[in-house]
């Protein structure tokens, strides 16, 4: 194949480039791939958490085997709600971060609630707040991600400016 999918660069231009250490060392340095970095860690750690140890606060509460993943369900139906209305807005309103740093502090919230408390059913509450608050910011990251992919391969050769 000569020609990439998009007809941006032929195969002979690539064939030619030589791997240079400075462009590894450029990427990694820049200040946007370490704060989306940090960003996707910071929205990552909280959602697997939060998967790993609702079974145990759900067992705290006396549930058992089939029982015990149904009440796991409303936490997990708030979030699914919460994403759908989330996402809604932020595309509504052509904004991202008011949605992402509410969700956040959201989530922070409920994790307070998580640590603080010693009664199940507070702990169980706070389930809530963990997942209506980091669920939605996952597909945030995912959009602007797939937004900045997207417009590397908006034009093709043939569409440039002549």
Same mark, same amino acid.
């Given at each position: #194949?000569?020609?990439? +999918? ?9 064939? @030619?480039?030589?791997? =240079? ?27 697997? =958490? &939060? +998967?790993?140890?609702?079974? @145990? ?5 006396? &549930? ?8 796991? %369900?409303?936490?997990? #139906?708030?979030?699914?709600?919460? %994403? ?5 807005? +932020?595309?509504?309103?052509? !904004? ?9 502090? /959201?989530? /922070? /919230?409920?994790?307070? #609630?998580?640590?603080? =408390?010693?009664?199940?059913?507070? !702990? &169980? ?14 597909? #945030? ?15 093709? @050769? =043939?569409?440039?400016?002549?």
């Amino acid at each position: #194949m000569n020609i990439d +999918s998009q007809d941006a660069v032929s195969s002979s231009l690539v064939d @030619t480039e030589k791997f =240079s250490w400075h462009w590894v060392k450029i990427a990694i340095l820049n200040w946007n791939t370490a704060l989306l970095s940090l960003n996707f860690f910071a929205i990552i750690t909280p959602i697997y =958490s &939060y +998967s790993l140890f609702l079974p @145990t606060i759900i067992s705290a509460l006396g &549930y058992k085997s089939v029982k015990a993943n149904l009440v796991t %369900v409303p936490p997990n #139906m708030a979030a699914f709600f919460a %994403v759908l209305l989330v996402t809604y807005l +932020s595309d509504r309103f052509k !904004q991202r971060g008011i949605f992402m740093l509410s969700g956040a502090t /959201i989530d /922070i /919230i409920g994790y307070i #609630m998580l640590i603080a =408390s010693s009664e199940p059913l507070v !702990q &169980y509450g706070g389930t809530f707040f963990v997942a209506v608050g980091i669920f939605p910011c996952s597909p #945030m990251i995912c959009i602007v991600n797939c937004a900045a992919f997207i417009a590397t391969f908006t034009y093709a @050769t =043939s569409d440039a400016l002549r």
